[in-house]
């Protein structure tokens, strides 16, 4: 019998009001971008005003503020998630109904709730959200060096690699020249300066063909090299490109030991090569990186974690200025234009608030995990994944994915996106430990490495079973991964090799 009847359902589901789609948007904005916004809030919102120091004494304005700027972690070895638990905010901190112009650490409670931060609530009268993700296709034109990242995070690098690769990109300017020194790459990653030049040599295989050269001889032997056009006679056509610039023909034909045609046909070679490998790319022009977040060594021992006050933007709600528009309001479309504006400016500041905490308390747990690498190089990055850090500081892995996007941490090592720190990680044979992959990719070059000392070639499958013995527990497609990115060939390869030896 079809008919009409009332039901009542209870079911769960994530409510997203327009505020906490926005307090989540602002928590994935770099520096430059957050502040791109607060300046469009400014014009927007006449409550709204900067906190500069002329406005300090007895004449200003009732106002209030962020406590962002003054954000400070300091640890050693013995601290653990209780260090960092009370940074969290409530809830009511993003999207509260404070009186306008009320502190924000007047409502700031010291115990973690579940709030912004993991997004765990949500007000009303939002649309619901259920699973997925909030994240946006990204439709911009790929960057340089977003393109040089991709690639190296599918060359095969193991994770102290991949981390000096991803030094060498970000010193890599958008014509696409590497810029620096190499010994102080590693002096500054702790390793020695081959290792540098091994990645380094890896990178000059990515594309542009040419790209993360040194100069523009060097850009232009990669793209010969690459064309299998790179002989003795160009190479010394590369090392006096000044007489080519000066018209001296006759001295480049005696350097080169070429004839006229020869050396004709090889200026037409270089002239149809890319001297500027990377203006090809779109993007923004290259920024200077401005860190969010300062590691020190404490001299007490250990690391002191600091937000970056020059990257926080400090925002005042005038509250006096407030009182006075509110009082000349008549009509109820004033009126209700000068509550919105309250109540968006309150909830500004207390969402800049909660966004620093957020960072600061990220940031704190990553340095607190990686403190061998701040301490001795690269080498000895950790294991690490956004799991470990988000059960480590109760928040949602989504949100330590937004918080680690766009952020940059300045340490002793120099600077580095927070994403930088997390690694890769193999599970041991019991499931008790894990042990990163640099280590057991360099247990089998060391393996392989001796094979010459008996004759003995080890099959990937030998390998798998060395390995196994000694707890650590991986795939054999893992160990032919690995040997391919060491550049070592297989053992069939090696047996002839030795063979022919």
């Known amino acids: 019998m079809i008919g009409q009847k009332l039901e009542v359902r209870q079911g769960q589901g994530l409510v997203i009001t327009p505020q906490l789609q926005q307090a989540i948007k602002l928590l994935q904005l770099s520096n430059l971008e957050l502040e791109e916004f607060v300046e469009a809030e400014l014009e927007r919102n006449p409550l709204l005003q900067r906190d500069e120091p002329e406005g300090e004494g007895p004449d200003a304005p009732q106002q209030a503020e962020t406590a962002t700027a003054d954000g400070e972690m300091s640890f050693g070895d013995g601290v653990g998630h209780e260090a960092v638990a009370s940074m969290d905010a409530g809830s009511d901190d993003v999207y509260g109904d404070a009186a306008p112009g009320e502190r924000t650490s007047d409502r700031m409670t010291d115990e973690a709730q579940p709030g912004l931060s993991d997004w765990s609530s949500a007000g009303?009268?939002?649309?619901?959200?259920?699973?997925?993700?909030?994240?946006?296709?990204?439709?911009?034109?790929?960057?340089?060096?977003?393109?040089?990242?991709?690639?190296?995070?599918?060359?095969?690098?193991?994770?102290?690699d991949h981390g000096i690769a991803l030094t060498l990109i970000d010193a890599t300017d958008e014509g696409g020249y590497l810029r620096g020194e190499l010994n102080e790459f590693a002096d500054r990653l702790g390793v020695p300066l081959e290792?540098?030049?091994?990645?380094?040599?890896?990178?000059?295989?990515f594309e542009p063909t040419g790209v993360m050269a040194r100069s523009v001889p060097e850009c232009l032997k990669l793209q010969l090299i690459d064309r299998n056009r790179f002989d003795p006679a160009m190479a010394a056509l590369l090392d006096n490109l000044?007489?080519?610039?000066?018209?001296?023909?006759?001295?480049?034909?005696?350097?080169?030991?070429?004839?006229?045609?020869?050396?004709?046909?090889?200026?037409?070679?270089?002239?149809?090569?890319?001297p500027r490998p990377g203006a090809g790319f779109g993007g923004e022009p290259a920024q200077t990186v401005v860190p969010d977040v300062h590691v020190r060594a404490d001299p007490a021992g250990g690391w002191r974690v600091e937000l970056n006050a020059d990257t926080l933007p400090r925002l005042l709600v005038d509250k006096r200025y407030h009182g006075l528009v509110q009082a000349g309001a008549r009509s109820d479309t004033e009126k209700t234009f000068v509550a919105d504006c309250a109540a968006q400016a309150n909830w500004l500041v207390k969402s800049l608030d909660q966004r620093a905490k957020t960072i600061l308390k990220v940031a704190s747990e990553i340095v607190r995990q990686q403190d061998a690498f701040l301490a001795f190089g690269v080498e000895f990055l950790r294991p690490l994944n956004l799991k470990t850090v988000a059960d480590a500081i109760s928040m949602h892995e989504s949100t330590v994915s937004r918080v680690t996007s766009n952020k940059y941490v300045a340490t002793p090592r120099g600077v580095f996106e927070l994403k930088f720190f997390f690694t890769a990680a193999i599970q041991s044979v019991d499931g008790a430990s894990t042990h990163s992959a640099e280590a057991v990719r360099h247990r089998i070059k060391t393996m392989i490495d001796g094979e010459g000392l008996d004759g003995d070639v080890l099959s990937d499958d030998r390998i798998v079973e060395i390995l196994k013995e000694t707890g650590i527990d991986i795939a054999r497609r893992t160990v032919a991964k690995y040997r391919e990115a060491l550049r070592i060939p297989s053992s069939v390869e090696r047996r002839r090799m030795l063979r022919t030896a």
Do not use: N, Y
């Not at 034909?253 to 090569?273: N, T, Y």
């Open 124 to 160: 009303k009268g939002g649309q619901t959200f259920e699973g997925g993700d909030l994240e946006r296709p990204d439709t911009h034109e790929l960057s340089l060096w977003e393109h040089l990242q991709a690639q190296a995070s599918s060359a095969g690098f193991s994770p102290a």
């Open 195 to 205: 290792r540098i030049e091994a990645v380094l040599g890896v990178c000059h295989g």
């Open 242 to 274: 000044d007489l080519l610039a000066r018209r001296d023909l006759a001295g480049l034909r005696k350097i080169c030991g070429v004839d006229a045609d020869d050396l004709s046909d090889m200026i037409a070679e270089l002239k149809a090569l890319t």
